[in-house]
């Protein structure tokens, strides 16, 4: 580098008896007299260095015409650290020098420490330094300078750790570390297959002596032996096992015991929970460095320069990890606008968390993982035919859907959630088409359509708010008309937490503002069945407060709202909680409010709050998630 700084062609010749120019000892002598042969050439002796290297007949080794190159594009201008460091890399590669420190002796292993602290020596001043001074190549050279003087490297001695799942994959080992040797894992429990039994399976090997079906016993015995195969597999064994998980001890296996009983004693050394991170050293990667420091938060270590600036990083990454207030003015400004249109769905989310509402309204995204498993049951109703006249054949209608509808779900839902949908879902679906046909007997109610639009249920689907014109896009599962009337009624599938025909709070809501949605006529009539607590309730509403005697019929799942507000007491009621809404959408804040919502929520997996509250982490596990 100083060669080239300076522009001395001698010092570059000198270059080439370093071992790292990869050069003979007598071909070196003989490059190094062409090289200086330059000096004397007519022109820009660089030039003629580049001329010498391309030569085949030359000695002087090609790779110096890269630095050639190197040397002139480093001359055109002044860079910023950053680039000089991307450009350093690049004339690393360039010459012999990597390939002589990839070596596995210890020579190579300290030049590669010694080339591995230099670089990481650039990168720790150009993350204090200012980013955007520029350097022209004789300032880099001696900002190198200065920063390599006296800066020390680490011999990194860290060897393989190689992990296996089975013995057989253990190969040459000084010694081998095997955990979790708890009884009941390994050795596993003896247990019969359910499927074929023990008994079955020796009938089946009588009868067919080439048939392997090993039995419950064959297998603890397979277990045995890979114990000893792991414990004969190094010089040294370590087994390893907890004492206890959380506040239950756990037992050791019994072939431990049984190694005793066999005359070999093992030393037995308890690791406490303090030490799991090694204590500070400088031989320590980066990472490992990182955690033992936080670990351990030994004030006596000095870390160094880049792992302390990493440090301070990791540091205000985490404070500010937790502020959740939007400082840009523009994209507060986004997250504060409305998306048109409006659904229910996002106004439900925000009322249960405005973080929720953030994801779903503002980043678009549906969880592929279903919300919840009587989804699955009201889809299987939205999309079977419900016009049938019977219950049995609205019964079957039903049926068929939901076979469809949970092979659609196979894969996204968890099987034991799909298994209880499977179990449950008949019983709901029967009592459902019993409701169902109860109903339009008991008020009056033919089918008019199925899962239609607001426009084509005669709603409107844009409601004036304070200077908003808010756009509603749903869709009615089912629109009925009224007997002998200009009523329709429309029916909601809706998930009630709550039992008792009062319904859903939350649900309160949706269902004043779809009764407000209507238009026309002097009775509006808007039912909500919960497919979970087989409970059908149907609020009529009507201009004047006076509305039709509806009868409740308990025994059936049929029930009336006892509450008569006249539509002008909803109105305002509705509009007092839509404003209160999106008072809070518009204020931009959308920070998650962990609460009992979590448990049906589809984000938790984005949400961070979630995952530091015990509701959201119990509930979801998010390990795997
Ligand atoms: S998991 Fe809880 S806190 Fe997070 S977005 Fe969902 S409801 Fe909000």
């Not at 799942?165 to 955990?179: M, N, Q, R, Y």
């Not at 596993?188 to 009868?207: G, K, T």
């Not at 249109?341 to 993982?369: E, N, V």
Request: hydrophobic share 40%; net charge neutral.
């Amino acid at each position: 580098l100083r060669a080239f700084a300076s522009g001395s062609i001698p010092d570059l010749a000198s270059a080439l008896s370093s071992p790292y120019a990869d050069i003979e000892r007598a071909e070196g002598k003989l490059a190094r007299k062409q090289i200086s042969s330059c000096v004397r050439a007519q022109g820009d002796p660089w030039t003629h260095l580049g001329y010498l290297a391309r030569d085949p007949d030359s000695v002087v080794p090609t790779w110096l015409d890269f630095c050639v190159s190197w040397r002139d594009e480093a001359l055109s201008g002044a860079r910023t650290l950053a680039d000089w460091i991307r450009r350093f890399n690049l004339l690393m590669a360039g010459t012999p020098w990597l390939a002589a420190c990839s070596g596995s002796g210890l020579v190579a292993k300290r030049d590669s420490a010694a080339q591995d602290a230099m670089v990481r020596s650039l990168l720790v001043s150009q993350l204090l330094g200012d980013s955007t001074r520029k350097l022209t190549l004789g300032e880099f050279v001696a900002h190198c300078e200065g920063r390599w003087q006296n800066d020390p490297y680490t011999i990194r001695s860290q060897t393989g750790v190689r992990v296996s799942t089975t013995p057989a994959g253990i190969g040459d080992a000084s010694i081998v570390i095997a955990l979790g040797m708890l009884e009941g894992r390994f050795p596993s429990r003896r247990a019969e297959d359910p499927i074929l039994l023990d008994r079955d399976r020796d009938w089946l090997r009588q009868a067919r002596t080439d048939w392997r079906l090993p039995s419950s016993y064959d297998r603890a015995a397979e277990d045995r032996r890979e114990f000893y195969r792991v414990a004969c597999a190094a010089p040294k064994i370590v087994f390893s096992y907890p004492l206890n998980f959380g506040e239950t001890p756990e037992i050791r296996t019994s072939y431990l015991d049984e190694l005793e009983a066999d005359g070999i004693t093992p030393s037995y050394t308890v690791k406490r929970y303090e030490d799991r991170f090694p204590k500070p050293h400088p031989s320590l990667s980066m990472s490992d460095l990182l955690g033992a420091q936080a670990w351990h938060d030994d004030e006596t270590f000095d870390p160094g320069e880049l792992v302390a600036h990493k440090q301070g990083q990791l540091r205000q990454a985490a404070g500010s990890a937790s502020d959740a207030l939007i400082a840009n003015p523009e994209i507060k400004r986004e997250m504060s606008a409305l998306p048109l249109p409006l659904r229910l769905a996002h106004l439900r989310s925000l009322r249960q968390c405005p973080f929720q509402y953030f994801a779903r309204a503002k980043l678009d995204l549906r969880s592929a993982r279903p919300r919840w498993a009587w989804d699955c049951v009201a889809n299987a109703v939205r999309k079977a035919d419900v016009s049938a006249d019977s219950a049995d054949a609205l019964r079957s209608n039903l049926m068929a859907a939901l076979e469809g509808e949970l092979s659609g779900w196979r894969g996204k839902a968890p099987q034991h959630e799909l298994e209880l949908v499977r179990v449950a879902a008949p019983k709901a679906l029967s009592a459902f088409a019993e409701r169902e046909i109860s109903m339009r007997q008991k008020w009056g109610l033919r089918i008019k359509g199925q899962n239609v639009t607001l426009g084509e249920a005669n709603l409107r689907s844009s409601v004036p708010l304070g200077g908003y014109s808010l756009n509603f896009s749903e869709r009615i599962d089912v629109l009925y008309e009224r007997e002998g009337t200009s009523d329709v009624a429309q029916l909601r599938l809706g998930r009630t937490r709550q039992s008792g025909p009062a319904g859903d709070p939350e649900f309160d809501l949706e269902t004043s503002i779809i009764t407000f949605l209507s238009k026309g006529q002097a009775e509006r009539l808007s039912i909500v069945d919960s497919l979970e607590s087989g409970q059908r309730l149907i609020s009529p509403r009507s201009v004047s407060g006076g509305v039709s005697k509806l009868k409740n019929s308990a025994s059936e799942g049929l029930f009336v709202d006892p509450s008569s507000d006249p539509l002008a007491t909803l109105k305002s009621d509705f509009v007092e909680q839509l404003n209160g809404l999106l008072a809070i959408a518009s204020r931009g804040d959308l920070t998650a409010t962990p609460g009992v919502y979590c448990q049906t929520c589809e984000y938790p997996a984005l949400c961070r709050q979630a995952q530091s509250s015990e509701v959201g982490s119990a509930q979801w596990g998010f390990d795997e998630e």
